[in-house]
């Protein structure tokens, strides 16, 4: 594996067609940084321990260009971009190691996701998720734009036959929040659907497969958490 560490310059022109939520956090445009030696040197670090890690996983991934952002691009998420590109912000120097690497393993699964779809598709499937064209409506511009999931065109059925819900994240007063949109048009708060809220084990960015998958392989492997209800075992080349 090689890892890159981008300057403003090198990064700019690779980040044109990157459309995030700009009305109430910072663009990137403008906002790219050089990385110091320090922070290259923990970065080369956990990487370097993730690698074993990660491998059973997800496919070999040869290289790995890193972004560094201002604080306050994106509310300071870490994203990726592409099939080898991660953005961070400085924020992320000021947590413990652990929750660094955790981090770094959760967007290294978004490059997989993107290099190998067909695999993570057939995961999703067995979480209960179905890819299907859906139309918001007057939800449409409230829609949080994520990198990493950035169409919302799935669906998730209860197992009990109950009914099928769109998971969204929507975007209002500068604040998000995950609701599941039933096919007949209602809107439920997730907390209020708990076959859903229950299902997957984690309980951050449930709006999207990509994010659940990313934290349920990131847990397991860093935190050494196993939710007994999915099977990871699909995910293993």
């Given at each position: 594996?090689e890892?890159?560490f981008?300057?403003?310059?090198?990064?700019y022109?690779?980040?044109q067609?990157l459309?995030?939520n700009?009305?109430?956090?910072k663009a990137h445009?403008g906002?790219?940084?050089?990385?110091?030696?320090?922070?290259?040197?923990?970065?080369l670090?956990?990487?370097?321990q993730?690698?074993?890690?990660l491998?059973?996983?997800?496919?070999?991934i040869?290289?790995?260009e890193?972004?560094?952002l201002?604080?306050?691009?994106?509310w300071?998420?870490p994203?990726?971009?592409g099939k080898s590109?991660i953005?961070i912000?400085?924020?992320i120097?000021?947590?413990?190691?652990?929750?660094i690497?955790?981090?770094l393993?959760?967007?290294?699964?978004?490059?997989?996701?993107?290099?190998?779809?067909?695999?993570y598709?057939?995961?999703?499937?067995s979480?209960?998720?179905?890819?299907?064209?859906i139309?918001?409506?007057a939800?449409t511009?409230?829609?949080?734009r994520?990198?990493d999931?950035?169409?919302?065109?799935?669906?998730w059925?209860?197992?009990?036959g109950?009914p099928t819900?769109a998971?969204?994240?929507l975007?209002k007063?500068?604040e998000?929040?995950?609701?599941?949109?039933?096919?007949?048009?209602?809107i439920?708060?997730i907390?209020?659907v708990?076959?859903?809220y229950?299902?997957?084990?984690v309980?951050k960015?449930?709006?999207?497969?990509?994010e659940?998958a990313a934290h349920l392989?990131?847990d397991m492997?860093?935190?050494?958490?196993?939710?007994?209800?999915?099977?990871?075992d699909?995910?293993?080349?």
């Amino acid at each position: 594996m090689e890892i890159y560490f981008l300057t403003p310059e090198q990064s700019y022109p690779r980040l044109q067609n990157l459309h995030i939520n700009t009305g109430c956090t910072k663009a990137h445009t403008g906002s790219i940084i050089s990385f110091n030696s320090e922070q290259k040197m923990l970065l080369l670090h956990l990487m370097k321990q993730l690698e074993n890690l990660l491998s059973p996983y997800s496919s070999r991934i040869s290289k790995i260009e890193f972004v560094l952002l201002n604080s306050g691009v994106y509310w300071d998420f870490p994203f990726t971009w592409g099939k080898s590109m991660i953005m961070i912000t400085p924020n992320i120097f000021a947590k413990p190691r652990k929750i660094i690497k955790k981090i770094l393993a959760h967007e290294w699964v978004h490059l997989d996701q993107r290099r190998n779809p067909k695999k993570y598709k057939r995961f999703y499937k067995s979480l209960g998720f179905r890819r299907k064209h859906i139309d918001f409506g007057a939800l449409t511009p409230y829609l949080l734009r994520n990198p990493d999931a950035d169409t919302y065109e799935w669906t998730w059925k209860s197992p009990d036959g109950g009914p099928t819900y769109a998971p969204v994240a929507l975007l209002k007063s500068c604040e998000f929040n995950t609701v599941l949109l039933e096919m007949n048009g209602t809107i439920h708060r997730i907390e209020d659907v708990p076959a859903y809220y229950e299902r997957f084990g984690v309980k951050k960015q449930l709006y999207h497969p990509n994010e659940i998958a990313a934290h349920l392989i990131a847990d397991m492997l860093v935190d050494k958490i196993n939710y007994v209800q999915v099977n990871l075992d699909m995910l293993l080349h």
